[in-house]
C-alpha cells in the first residue's frame, strides 16, 4: 500500500508534464488549475517541430547516445577481462588508480577535456562528444566484479580448445555479463541521453545539438511557453522509457551480480 502511495506520488510530475502538454497557451495559467485541459490540442507538439529542428536534435542524441553506449560496453568490458583474469605488473595498483578516478568531479575535468579536443581538432564533431565513452570507471568496477566471478575452469577449458584471448572473452567471458552489460547499457544510455554540460562545452553548431541543448532553447529570456517545453520533454523521454521497458528484465539481476560479487 505505501509503494503504492509513493508510485502515485512520483508519477504526478509526469502526469502534469503530460496534462501541461496538451493545454493551449491561454489555458497554461488559468485557476483553478486544470488537471485534464477541457479543450485539448496539439498545438504545442506541433509547434516543437517548427521552432527548432527537432527531427535533428533527435537523431543527435540517438546517434550520440548510441555510439558512446557501445563504446563504453566494449572498451570498459575489455578493460575489466584483463583487470581480472590477465595477470600483469601493477595490475592491482592500476585498478585502484582507475577507481580513484571516480572521486574527481566531472566539473574539474571540462578544461583539460576542452584543450585536448581542441588540439585533435574535434571541437564541435560529434567526436568530441563520444571519445569520453572510452574512459568510464565505474563501469569498469561493475564489470569486474562479474567477471571475478567466472570460475577460472571456463577460461582454462577455452584455453585447452584453443581459443586465445579475444575469443575467450568474446565467447566466454561476454555471454556470462549479459546482465551486467545489460545494466550498464541502460544507464549509460540514459546518462548520454540526458547529458547537457559536456555537449553545451563542446558543440556550437546547431545542427548538431542534442535534445537537452534543443529543448533548452525553448526557454526565453523574458517567457516561456511550457506547454511547447513539456511536449519536447515529453516527447525526450520516449526513447529512455522503450529501452528501459525492453531491458529491465536484466536490470535487477545485473546490480545484483556487479554488486554483490567482490
Same mark, same amino acid.
Given at each position: +500500500?505505501i509503494?503504492?502511495l509513493i508510485a502515485?506520488?512520483?508519477m504526478?510530475?509526469f502526469?502534469?508534464?503530460?496534462?501541461?502538454s496538451?493545454k493551449?497557451?491561454?489555458?497554461?495559467?488559468?485557476?483553478?488549475?486544470?488537471?485534464?485541459p477541457?479543450e485539448?490540442?496539439?498545438?504545442?507538439?506541433?509547434?516543437?517541430?517548427t521552432?527548432f529542428?527537432?527531427?535533428?536534435? +533527435?537523431?543527435?542524441?540517438?546517434?550520440i #547516445?548510441v555510439?558512446y553506449t %557501445?563504446?563504453t560496453l566494449?572498451s570498459s568490458s575489455?578493460?575489466?577481462?584483463?583487470?581480472?583474469?590477465i595477470?600483469?605488473?601493477?595490475?592491482n595498483?592500476?585498478f585502484? @588508480?582507475?577507481?580513484a /578516478?571516480m572521486?574527481?568531479p566531472?566539473?574539474?575535468?571540462l578544461i583539460p %577535456?576542452?584543450?585536448?579536443m581542441?588540439?585533435?581538432? %574535434?571541437i564541435?564533431t560529434?567526436? /568530441?562528444?563520444i571519445?569520453p /565513452?572510452?574512459?568510464?570507471?565505474?563501469?569498469?568496477?561493475?564489470?569486474?566484479?562479474?567477471?571475478?566471478?567466472?570460475?577460472?575452469?571456463?577460461?582454462?577449458?577455452?584455453r585447452?580448445?584453443?581459443a586465445?584471448l579475444f575469443?575467450?572473452y568474446?565467447?566466454?567471458? @561476454?555471454p556470462?555479463c549479459a546482465?551486467?552489460l545489460?545494466t550498464l547499457c541502460?544507464?549509460?544510455?540514459m546518462?548520454s541521453?540526458n547529458d547537457f554540460?559536456?555537449?553545451l562545452? +563542446? @558543440?556550437?553548431d546547431?545542427s548538431l545539438m542534442t535534445l537537452p541543448l534543443?529543448l533548452n532553447t525553448?526557454?526565453g529570456?523574458y517567457?516561456?511557453?511550457y506547454?511547447?517545453?513539456? #511536449?519536447?520533454?515529453? $516527447?525526450?523521454? %520516449?526513447?529512455?522509457i $522503450?529501452?528501459?521497458?525492453? #531491458?529491465q528484465?536484466y536490470f535487477?539481476s545485473?546490480? +545484483?551480480?556487479?554488486?554483490?560479487?567482490?
Amino acid at each position: +500500500m505505501i509503494a503504492a502511495l509513493i508510485a502515485l506520488i512520483a508519477m504526478v510530475p509526469f502526469f502534469w508534464m503530460l496534462s501541461t502538454s496538451f493545454k493551449s497557451r491561454s489555458a497554461l495559467m488559468s485557476m483553478p488549475i486544470e488537471w485534464i485541459p477541457s479543450e485539448p490540442t496539439l498545438d504545442a507538439y506541433k509547434k516543437v517541430f517548427t521552432q527548432f529542428p527537432f527531427g535533428r536534435a +533527435m537523431f543527435n542524441s540517438v546517434f550520440i #547516445a548510441v555510439s558512446y553506449t %557501445l563504446i563504453t560496453l566494449v572498451s570498459s568490458s575489455m578493460a575489466a577481462f584483463a583487470f581480472a583474469k590477465i595477470r600483469f605488473p601493477f595490475a592491482n595498483g592500476l585498478f585502484k @588508480l582507475y577507481l580513484a /578516478s571516480m572521486m574527481i568531479p566531472t566539473q574539474v575535468t571540462l578544461i583539460p %577535456l576542452f584543450v585536448i579536443m581542441s588540439r585533435l581538432g %574535434l571541437i564541435n564533431t560529434y567526436g /568530441s562528444v563520444i571519445l569520453p /565513452s572510452l574512459f568510464r570507471a565505474f563501469a569498469v568496477f561493475l564489470l569486474v566484479q562479474t567477471i571475478r566471478s567466472i570460475p577460472d575452469d571456463f577460461l582454462e577449458a577455452a584455453r585447452i580448445d584453443g581459443a586465445g584471448l579475444f575469443r575467450t572473452y568474446w565467447q566466454v567471458v @561476454l555471454p556470462l555479463c549479459a546482465p551486467t552489460l545489460a545494466t550498464l547499457c541502460i544507464t549509460t544510455f540514459m546518462d548520454s541521453w540526458n547529458d547537457f554540460l559536456w555537449p553545451l562545452v +563542446m @558543440l556550437s553548431d546547431r545542427s548538431l545539438m542534442t535534445l537537452p541543448l534543443a529543448l533548452n532553447t525553448l526557454n526565453g529570456q523574458y517567457a516561456t511557453e511550457y506547454n511547447v517545453l513539456m #511536449a519536447g520533454s515529453l $516527447l525526450s523521454m %520516449l526513447p529512455i522509457i $522503450l529501452v528501459y521497458v525492453f #531491458a529491465q528484465k536484466y536490470f535487477k539481476s545485473g546490480l +545484483m551480480a556487479g554488486g554483490v560479487k567482490g
